[in-house]
């Protein structure tokens, strides 16, 4: 699946579309999820571990475009560089910023720029400019029509601006439709749920 407007893959963190919904909204146990060896995970177990923590490792995977590696290898790769942590009680942290971006330009040769502090309109410069950004945004952002419950904690890949060049195109790996999938917000909508920071990455590679 493709989207129209901007011809990235759209992906989610799970491996089937029709569960995403079911497991990030209806509580499904993601080991459940019949194709979770396609992600690349070593078992349902694995799978069902880590699969809600990488929003990160999909934007990669959709910035990366056709050929991209399984979602597992991505992770494997990250987890090597320190982007993810598991503490001794086993919690997993991350994605953390500066060993991502570390990890993309050795492994993937790509230029990724931490962005620490960033507005909005400074997203629409790096789009303009042929940058795609995972921003950090609360995973609430599914559903722009309600109150935003925070901001950050999940990531995005925008992509584009929009038609009119108010809004932005974004992918989301927590999409439950396909309209919030692959979605579209006017600005002051977007920063509702929007942390400030991201990561920018090339776009069309």
Same mark, same amino acid.
């Given at each position: 699946m493709t989207c129209p407007a901007c011809r990235v893959p759209v992906l989610t963190q799970f491996a089937s579309f029709e569960l995403v919904g079911p497991i990030v909204e209806g509580g499904l146990d993601?080991?459940?999820?019949?194709?979770?060896?396609?992600?690349?995970?070593?078992?349902?177990?694995?799978y069902a571990r880590w699969a809600g923590h990488l929003c990160g490792m999909t934007?990669?995977?959709?910035?990366?475009?056709?050929?991209?590696? #399984?979602?597992?290898?991505?992770?494997?790769g990250a987890f090597k560089y320190g982007a993810y942590t598991e503490d001794a009680e086993g919690v997993i942290r991350g994605l953390i910023y500066?060993? *991502?971006?570390?990890?993309?330009?050795?492994?993937?040769?790509?230029?990724?720029?931490?962005?620490?502090?960033? #507005? #909005?309109?400074?997203?629409?410069?790096?789009?303009?400019?042929?940058?795609t950004v995972m921003a950090s945004v609360h995973y609430g952002i599914r559903h722009p029509q309600r109150p935003a419950p925070g901001r950050g904690g999940h990531l995005v890949l925008l992509t584009s601006r929009t038609a009119d060049g108010t809004g932005v195109h974004f992918h989301n790996? #927590?999409?439950?439709?396909?309209?919030?999938?692959?979605?579209?917000?006017?600005?002051?909508? *977007?920063?509702? *749920? *929007?942390a400030g920071r991201g990561v920018s990455l090339p776009a069309g590679v």
């Open positions: 993601p080991a459940a999820d019949p194709a979770w060896a396609e992600s690349g995970a070593a078992s349902p177990a694995e934007c990669l995977r959709m910035a990366l475009g056709a050929g991209a590696p #399984s979602l597992f290898a991505l992770r494997d500066a060993p *991502f971006a570390e990890y993309v330009q050795q492994a993937h040769g790509l230029d990724a720029t931490v962005h620490r502090h960033l #507005s #909005s309109q400074e997203i629409l410069g790096l789009l303009d400019g042929g940058r790996p #927590s999409g439950t439709t396909a309209t919030t999938r692959a979605a579209e917000l006017p600005l002051p909508a *977007f920063e509702r *749920f *929007f």
